[in-house]
């Protein structure tokens, strides 16, 4: 069986179609707030309390854990909300898991659920643009 041809009408060079994929269910922004988040704990934070007493330690990363925490789970949850479109309860769940993996004190995942999302979405995008 013949293949068809997979030229665009006006004889330039043939087009590669990207595969379909549903959609991303992190926006690329909430994406890159975590990811941003946990590259503080991987190049600042635990060189910042490398100085510190043991119970300072203890309140330095208890402290910069709620507060990163806080700072994505609201951030997400705005973008999910508001530029993605999410319902109010799934935007707030989204943006508390992406909250909880940002607030931990190393890098437990939310650098490579972060990429995995970003790739998805701008996977997305392309699909956006090729229609």
């Known amino acids: 069986m013949p293949l068809p041809d997979s030229r665009p009408p006006s004889g330039g060079p043939p087009r590669i179609g990207i595969p379909e994929l549903s959609k991303s269910p992190v926006h690329l922004l909430s994406a890159i707030v975590a990811l941003a988040a946990d590259k503080l704990w991987d190049e600042l934070l635990l060189d910042m309390a490398k100085t510190l007493a ?74 956006k643009l090729e229609k």
């Not at 854990?65 to 769940?93: E, K, N, P």
């Not at 004190?105 to 939310?110: E, M, R």
Request: aromatic content about 10%.
């Open 54 to 127: 043991t119970v300072d330690k203890e309140r330095f990363f208890l402290f910069s854990g709620l507060l990163l925490l806080i700072l994505t789970t609201l951030s997400a949850s705005l973008t999910q909300r508001w530029v993605d479109g999410d319902g109010m309860g799934a935007s707030l769940a989204k943006g508390l898991a992406m909250g909880v993996l940002a607030g931990l004190p190393y890098s437990f995942g939310s650098t490579e659920l972060g990429l995995i999302f970003i790739g998805w979405s701008g996977i997305n995008e392309l699909q």
